[in-house]
């Protein structure tokens, strides 16, 4: 959410896990330790809520990113269930580690959800502006001649 001089407003919310910014990847980074076990809310809507205190004096940018990056990984874990056997590494220079570790990427694609207070949704709501021609009664051109002389 974008909040304009809420000093009491929390930065950053995470249903689960804990969210920061960065430095190093120059964005926000949400850290969730472990996900649920089977059975066990996997299947569980997560939600990270950000609330940005934008000044008064700093101008709202006229576009908003539609869409975030997500990338995580699993250690420990295969999506497939998968149990490997054996490896082989033929023609290995230095002797191959005895030990498997599983590991799984994920990388998404998410569309952002953008909520603004009601006097922010007002700036950025489209004018519709009505560009028929209205003639003027007798009374509103007399009025405007006369503002225009009194100048």
Not at 93 to 113: A, G, M
Request: proline content about 7%.
């Amino acid at each position: 959410m974008l909040h304009r001089g809420d000093p009491l407003a929390a930065l950053m919310a995470a249903s689960v896990g804990v969210a920061k910014y960065e430095q190093a990847f120059h964005s926000i980074v949400w850290r969730i330790d472990q996900l649920p076990k089977r059975d066990q809310g996997a299947y569980k809507t997560h939600i990270f809520e950000c609330k940005l205190t934008v000044p008064s004096y700093d101008p709202m940018p006229e576009k908003f990113e539609p869409t975030a990056d997500v990338e995580y990984a699993m250690s420990q874990a295969f999506i497939s269930h998968c149990q490997i056997r054996s490896v082989a590494v033929p023609e290995a220079e230095e002797t191959p580690e005895k030990w498997i570790r599983p590991k799984s990427c994920f990388n998404y694609t998410l569309d952002i959800e953008y909520a603004f207070k009601e006097e922010e949704k007002k700036e950025f709501a489209p004018v519709e502006i009505d560009m028929k021609e209205q003639s003027m009664s007798q009374s509103e051109t007399e009025n405007n001649s006369h503002s225009d002389e009194s100048d």
